[in-house]
């Protein structure tokens, strides 16, 4: 089995930062990727950033040359440093782990609101 465990998430003006955590524990494969997505109320789960183990990274065209994904290999954690902000980033951000013949996994959740 596999648990992920985001933290970070909190309320933060525009133009603000955040940066978001994910550990993951269990049966952690070589050949993987880690991300994030976020889920506003009423819209769909959207990517917002993912990198796999050979390092690798996507990005949602909104976010791009705001946030950075990043990735600890050794401790199996992702991060997610959120930079400037805007309320339309307003969502639960959901860190996920896709393994090769495995199958994905979700983490819980962790809200993130941009107010002023």
């Known amino acids: 089995q596999v648990q992920l465990v985001e933290s970070g998430g909190g309320l933060v003006q525009p133009g603000g930062s955040l940066r978001l955590s994910c550990i993951a524990s269990g049966s952690i494969f070589t050949i993987n990727r880690m991300g994030w997505y976020r889920q506003a109320p009423g819209e769909q789960r959207e990517l917002v950033a993912a990198m796999g183990s050979d390092g690798v990274t996507t990005y949602a065209d909104s976010v791009k040359g705001r946030f950075t994904i990043s990735r600890d290999n050794a401790k199996n954690t992702v991060y997610l440093q959120m930079n400037s902000l805007k309320p339309d980033d307003t969502a639960v951000y959901y860190c996920?782990?896709?393994?090769?013949?495995?199958?994905?996994?979700w983490g819980q959740g962790t809200q993130v609101t941009v107010s002023s």
């Open positions: 996920n782990l896709w393994q090769l013949s495995r199958g994905t996994y």
